[in-house]
C-alpha cells in the first residue's frame, strides 16, 4: 500500500498507542485471556490469576524488548532498525501517557495476581520475578542499553 | 493549425482582472468551511485493533513455518554461501509485505490496458498460494468504471480536439526533447505554455517542468536554503517532504489544516528565531497543498492568508490536485475562495490530474520565476517536456477557460462531487473531508475489509482505489474515491447502489448521523 503519499510521521510505530481506541482493546484481550484461564477446570483462581500475569509479562517482554525494528518499510532510512518497539514509542520521549499506561498494567495485574494467591509465598516469587520482567527493560535509564551484548543487532 | 487557440481573458471585459470576480470581492467568513472528520466509532476501532492482531500472529506462525520448511517460503533469499556476512536486508521489515500486503495484493498494482477515462480495462489475474503466485487469465475486463483515476475534468481521452492537436504537434516537433531548459531544449512550445499558463493564473509569470513531483523535489532547495524555516502541513506529499529535505532547511510540521498550532509554530520561530544563536530566520516558508488528496480536505487559505501577513512569512500553495477541479473557472483554491493569486507567492501546480498531461508548473511574480529559471535544477539538468504534452496542456487549457465545453465540464465535476459525496452519506459511510473536494475518502477501518472491498467492487464493475496502513494511520484504512467530469448521471447513480450493496455486504454503514444531508 505505498502509494506515494507519506503517512504523517516516518514511522507509524511510534504513534500507534496513542490511536483512539487501543488501549481499551489492549485490556479487553488481557481480560479475555483472563477469562479463557480462568474457565479451565484444573486450574485453580490462584494459578490461572499468576498464569494471566507470567503470560501478559512474557508476551509484553517478547513483543516490546525483544523484537526489533519494524515489520514495515519506514521513510526514516533505518532510524529504528536497531531499536525495540519500547524505545520506538513516541520517539523516545520518556514519561508519556502510552509509557505510563505500558508500567501501570503490570503493576495492576501483579497487585491483583497477589490479592487472588492469598499472598502465597511460590505465587509471590513468580510474580514478583514477572513484574521485574515487565518494569525493569522500561526504566528510562536503561533506554537503549542492551546488557551483556544480548539482542544487540 | 497546433496551438492557434484564443485564450480568453477572465474578467477583462470590464476591464478589471480580478480572477473571474469583476471587482467584486465577496465575504470570505460567509463561506462555510464544511470539512468532516467524524471520529471513528469505538467498536470499528476495537476490531480494527484486534484484527490487526490476529493477522500479526499468525503472521509469526507463518513465518516460523517458513524458517523451519514447513511452509515453502516464496520471496526471495540470500545466497547461503553469504550467512557470514552482514545481511543485505531484515526480513522483520518486509513481515507486513509478506504477511498482509500479499495476501489482498489482487487489489492493489491492476495492470490497465486502456485510456483511464470514465471506463477503464483491467487484464484479469488469478492469484494463489495466498497471494505469491498470479498469473493472467488471457482475459481482460472490459468497461470498468473508473473511480480511482485522477481525471477530474476528463481529459483522459484518446480522441477529440486535445488528441488531434497533440498528434499534429508529435508530427512536428517528435516526441522527445532530448535536452534540458537550459541547454538546447527551450522550444517556443514551452515558452507558449509558460505564457498562457501565466494569463490563465493570472500571475506574472511561470515557469514549466517534465515531472510534477520533480517540480516541487528539484525547486523547493532553490528557494530556501539551511538559515530558512519551513512550516509544512502533516499531511503533505511525499515529494514536498523530499524537497524540504533536500534543502536542508529547518522543518517543522504543524497539524493538518490547524491555524493555531500553525499560528504558535510562526509566533515561536518569530520570537526565538533559530535553535542556538537566536538569530532570526532568514526565510519563513509555509507550504500548504490545495487539497489533500488522502483526506480529501481544502486548506484553510483565508486562514493562513492572514497567518502569513501577520508574521511577515511566505506561502508556497500546491496545487496538484485543485487546480481544475476546484473554483468557477477550474482556477483553483483561489478562485474557490474568491482569493486573488497575487496573494500566494509561489503557485505551485501539476499537469497530471485535471489536464490529463504530466508536469508540473510555478508560477508566482516575474522576479521569482526568473530566479527559478536560473537556479532551479530541472531547469539544468533534467529534460524539458516533451511537445506533444505541451500541446495537450494547451489544447485543453483552452477548453476549460474559453469554452462552453470548458464550464460544462467544471459543473458536471463539482455535480458529481456533490451528488456522491450526498449519497455516500445517506448510505451512511462516513466520508471524510470538505463537502466541495473532488476526492471523496470513505472509511472502511477493518484491514480484512480492504480486500473485500476491492474485491467486491471490482466483482460489480468498478474500479476504486483501497488504501491501508500504513499509508494512513493505523485504525484509518479508506477507499479514495476520485470524482470525475467524465461520469455521467447513470454511472454515479450506478456507483452510489453499487456502493450501497457492498455496504450492507460487508457492514460499512459506520455513520452516527444518517440524516446527513448537505
Redesign the interface.
Known amino acids: 500500500?505505498?502509494?506515494?503519499?507519506?503517512?504523517?510521521v516516518a514511522n507509524?510505530n511510534t504513534?500507534?498507542w496513542n490511536?483512539?481506541?487501543?488501549w481499551?482493546?489492549y485490556l479487553?484481550?488481557t481480560g479475555f485471556m483472563h477469562l479463557i484461564l480462568l474457565s479451565m477446570p484444573w486450574f485453580t483462581t490462584s494459578v490461572s490469576w499468576t498464569l494471566t500475569n507470567v503470560l501478559h509479562g512474557v508476551c509484553m517482554y517478547f513483543f516490546l524488548h525483544t523484537?526489533?525494528?519494524?515489520?514495515?518499510?519506514t521513510?526514516d532510512q533505518g532510524k529504528y532498525?536497531y531499536s525495540t518497539h519500547w524505545e520506538q514509542i513516541d520517539s523516545g520521549t520518556q514519561f508519556t501517557a502510552a509509557r505510563k499506561f505500558f508500567m501501570t498494567t503490570p503493576i495492576v495485574l501483579y497487585i491483583l495476581a497477589s490479592f487472588y494467591s492469598m499472598y502465597d509465598f511460590t505465587h509471590f516469587v513468580v510474580n514478583t520475578l514477572v513484574l521485574l520482567l515487565s518494569l525493569l527493560p522500561k526504566l528510562p535509564q536503561l533506554h537503549g542499553v542492551r546488557i551483556f551484548g544480548i539482542n544487540k543487532y | 493549425m497546433s496551438g492557434d487557440f484564443k485564450l480568453e481573458k477572465n474578467g477583462n471585459a470590464n476591464g478589471k482582472i480580478f480572477n473571474g470576480l469583476n471587482g467584486h470581492q465577496p465575504d470570505l467568513d460567509k463561506k462555510a468551511f464544511q470539512e468532516n472528520f467524524e471520529p471513528t466509532p469505538l467498536h470499528a476501532a476495537i476490531l480494527t485493533y484486534l484484527g490487526y492482531a490476529i493477522i500479526t500472529v499468525f503472521g509469526f506462525i507463518r513465518d516460523l513455518m517458513r524458517k523451519y520448511h514447513i511452509e515453502k517460503l516464496h520471496a526471495a533469499t540470500e545466497d547461503p554461501e553469504m550467512k557470514d556476512f552482514v545481511p543485505l536486508y531484515a526480513s522483520f521489515e518486509s513481515f507486513y509485505t509478506r504477511n498482509m500486503y500479499n495476501r489482498i495484493q489482487d487489489v492493489f498494482n491492476r495492470p490497465v490496458c486502456s485510456v483511464p477515462g470514465a471506463t477503464i480495462d483491467i487484464v484479469e489475474r488469478k492469484f494463489s498460494n495466498s497471494g505469491w503466485t498470479s498469473e493472467y487469465t488471457g482475459k481482460v475486463l472490459k468497461n470498468v468504471i473508473n473511480l480511482g483515476s485522477y481525471n477530474y475534468l476528463g481529459f483522459a481521452e484518446n480522441e477529440g480536439t486535445c488528441t488531434e492537436a497533440a498528434i499534429v504537434t508529435a508530427k512536428k516537433y517528435g516526441a522527445g526533447v532530448c535536452s534540458s531548459r537550459q541547454e538546447i531544449g527551450n522550444q517556443d512550445i514551452h515558452m507558449k505554455l509558460e505564457q498562457t499558463m501565466a494569463d490563465y493564473l493570472d500571475v506574472e509569470a511561470c515557469i514549466i517542468f517534465g515531472m510534477g513531483y520533480a517540480t516541487n523535489s528539484t525547486n523547493i532547495p532553490c528557494l530556501v536554503d539551511k538559515s530558512c524555516l519551513i512550516l509544512s502541513d502533516g499531511l503533505n506529499h511525499a515529494s514536498l517532504v523530499l524537497g524540504c529535505r533536500l534543502s536542508g532547511a529547518t522543518i517543522r510540521v504543524f497539524k493538518h489544516n490547524d491555524m493555531e498550532d500553525l499560528e504558535r509554530k510562526l509566533s515561536d520561530g518569530v520570537v526565538y528565531g533559530q535553535p542556538r544563536t537566536h538569530r532570526p530566520w532568514k526565510k519563513i516558508l509555509i507550504i500548504v497543498e490545495g487539497v489533500y488528496s488522502m483526506e480529501g480536505s481544502i486548506v484553510n487559505l483565508p486562514g493562513v492568508l492572514a497567518l502569513k501577513k501577520k508574521y511577515k512569512a511566505y506561502l508556497y500553495l500546491d496545487e496538484a490536485h485543485s487546480i481544475g477541479a476546484l473554483g468557477d473557472h477550474g482556477r483553483g483554491v483561489t478562485e474557490y475562495f474568491g482569493i486573488h493569486a497575487s496573494e500566494v507567492d509561489i503557485m505551485m501546480g501539476t499537469f497530471t490530474k485535471s489536464f490529463g498531461a504530466a508536469g508540473g508548473y510555478i508560477a508566482g511574480n516575474r522576479a521569482l520565476v526568473e530566479h527559478l529559471r536560473a537556479h532551479s535544477h530541472s531547469a539544468c539538468y533534467a529534460t524539458s517536456m516533451s511537445p506533444p504534452v505541451c500541446q495537450q496542456i494547451l489544447t485543453s487549457l483552452s477548453i476549460i477557460s474559453g469554452t462552453e465545453e470548458g464550464r460544462n465540464r467544471i459543473k458536471q465535476l463539482a455535480k458529481n462531487s456533490k451528488t456522491f459525496r450526498q449519497g455516500l452519506k445517506k448510505i451512511g459511510y462516513i466520508v471524510y473531508g470538505n463537502d466541495d473536494s473532488p476526492v471523496v475518502p470513505t472509511m472502511i477501518y477493518l484491514p480484512c475489509k480492504i480486500g473485500a472491498y476491492g474485491r467486491e467492487m471490482l466483482q460489480r464493475g468498478f474500479a476504486v482505489v483501497v488504501v491501508g496502513f500504513p499509508a494512513t494511520p493505523i485504525v484509518e484504512s479508506r477507499v479514495r474515491f476520485c470524482m470525475s467530469a467524465a461520469l455521467t448521471d447513470e454511472q454515479i447513480e450506478k456507483a452510489l447502489k453499487a456502493a450501497e450493496d457492498v455496504a450492507r455486504v460487508l457492514k460499512l454503514d459506520y455513520s452516527a448521523d444518517k440524516s446527513l444531508s448537505c
Open positions: 500500500m505505498h502509494t506515494g503519499t507519506t503517512n504523517q507509524p504513534v500507534v490511536s483512539p481506541g487501543i481499551i482493546t479487553l484481550t523484537i526489533k525494528g519494524t515489520p514495515f518499510e521513510s532498525r
